[in-house]
């Protein structure tokens, strides 16, 4: 299977949380249907990325990355490359190239959402993940970043943007109720 036809797979039977996330990820549909190279960095009407909030085992911080070229504090994320299987594995990909940390594990349940943002390369349509780091893990700071800093949650809304406070509420919301534990369930 293609990393496009996973992409569809994917979204097709990703139970969006609200109305304006099923707009969003029948929107990302519809441009992949549109755009056959709607996966990669060369589709310049937008293209599909893979991010992943890194949330410490506690379930108590999240690691966020100032990005080099945008300076702003984000998740870790980025483009699709060649060999990629799935979304997840593209999210997963980039939160350990960007945080130096080996061994994050993705939440289960597929994406925690979806955000369409404009960047300098073009729109990106966002698939967003949340990932827990092993016991003892140490960021390190990549060529992609300035700075990698774990936040409380209450930091949060103060560094990042409207998105990332969004993401780091869905993920808090499936950790609550999944249960105490960010392991549980």
């Known amino acids: 299977m293609s990393l496009a036809e996973e992409a569809r797979r994917t979204l097709t039977d990703w139970s969006a949380p609200d109305p304006v996330q099923d707009d969003l990820r029948r929107a990302y549909l519809d441009h992949l249907e549109r755009h056959p190279d709607g996966m990669w960095r060369r589709c310049a009407s937008g293209h599909l990325t893979g991010s992943a909030l890194v949330v410490d085992p ?5 690691l966020l990355t100032l ?3 945008l300076g702003m504090w984000l998740q870790m994320g980025g483009h699709c490359e060649e060999g990629d299987r799935d979304l997840a594995g593209v999210a997963l990909r980039e939160a350990e190239e960007e945080s130096g940390i080996a061994g ?13 943002h404009d ?10 993940y949340a990932a827990l780091a ?4 140490t ?20 560094v990042a943007d409207a998105s990332v406070v ?3 509420e869905a993920t808090r919301e499936l950790l609550d109720r999944r249960g105490a534990s960010p392991t549980a369930g």
């Not at 960021?139 to 103060?158: H, K």
């Open 58 to 62: 506690a379930g108590e911080r999240v």
């Open 67 to 69: 990005h080099r070229k």
């Open 104 to 116: 994050l594990r993705l939440l289960e349940g597929g994406p925690v959402r979806l955000d369409r």
């Open 119 to 128: 960047t300098p390369c073009a729109w990106h349509l966002d698939v967003q």
């Open 134 to 137: 092993p016991a003892g893990a």
């Open 139 to 158: 960021p390190t700071i990549s060529e992609e970043s300035r700075d990698l800093r774990w936040f409380g949650y209450p930091e949060v809304a103060s």
């Open 166 to 168: 969004a993401l780091v």
